[in-house]
């Protein structure tokens, strides 16, 4: 059922489960992880939050693992009365405990760029997630294409996983990669993000293909962040298409997004200065002859021209963040960017919590 709470947390005794929704004051919660009544194959509840986490400014977020009281498993409804600390936290989409981020990108149809790949990849690395690559659409490309993919990402640090979902494969390599994990999914758009989420949970039904529809948004295409579940164990969440995202780490950390870069540092003397760019500076131990060096360049200039601006960022844009850093760079924790606050009309309100409690009954 998509829970992932036994095998990675201590979690007090209770009722807990995750929350995979959230709209106006109700959080969609799956519960699991715990003996519970009906054990298995137990509906979300809808859930409010309990006054005192309120008075005590807890938010409670998509990912959090909250503890439920009062269920009433009749109406499929109950509360929530506490949220244990988070492991990691994104900001925008805004998801708590994610543990991985796959980039999702297409071989063909749109042709891959190693320059955007590499934005998408820094974007991602720069969460300090565990980040995979999957190359869709190999059926339009002849299998040279592939392997010299291949083995250019293997010298980026990565192992990415190659498929095609024309025809549906009947097995897919990502599945044993997203088992027991919640897994953000990014890429461009059209590359086949939304395919790929339908491939492995039927009964997510996301729009692919062309968008239609009034502003363009159909009513699964995240406009909020909704975790979707698979079996046996895992969650994704789509995030919407966007085709260059924006970079607003400090420009000394860029080169750790680099994972070929980190693997040469393992095995090499650092750079003379500790404080070096690694733009030919001398004593530079990393030089300037391996692949992604232009990328680098270009990004560091960029990073440092956002940094010496007065305006920092621009509205709207995607960001990937998240608190904690394994790297163990002395990043503070970017905190989420203070929400504003959209009133939703009471009509919009009521299709919206329509629509949750016509998925719960689907599910
Ligand atoms: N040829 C081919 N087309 C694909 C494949 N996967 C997805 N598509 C098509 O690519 C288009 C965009 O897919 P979609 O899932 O909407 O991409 P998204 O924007 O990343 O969510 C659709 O027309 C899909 O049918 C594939 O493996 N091969
Ligand atoms: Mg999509
Ligand atoms: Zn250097």
Known sequence: MGVVLSSRSQLPPGLWGVVTAVQ??????????????????????????RARLKKIGQQVMVGDWVEV????????????????PRQTMLDRPAIANVDQILLVFALAEPGLDPWQLSRFLVKAESTGLDVGICLNKQDLVAPETVNRWQLRLQQWGYSPLVLSLHPPPQQTPLVAYLQGKTTVICGPSGVGKSSLINHLIPRAKLRTGAVSGRLGRGRHTTRHVE??????????ADTPGFNQPDLTLPPEELAFCFPEVRQYFQNHNLCQFSNCLHRDEPGCALGTTWDRYPFYVALLT?????????QRRQPGEVALKTKTKPMGTTHQEPLLEPKKHRRLSRRRQNQDLADHLDDLSRS
């Open 302 to 310: 960029e990073l440092i021209t956002i940094r010496d601006s007065p």
């Open 24 to 49: 106006a004051n109700f959080y969609r919660v799956q519960l699991g992880g715990q003996p519970c009544p009906g054990e298995s194959g137990l509906p979300p509840l809808l859930c409010t939050r």
């Open 69 to 84: 009281v009062d269920p009433d498993w009749e109406g499929q409804r109950g509360a929530i009365s506490a949220v244990h």
């Open 227 to 236: 975790l979707l579940e698979l079996e046996p164990e895992g969650f994704l």
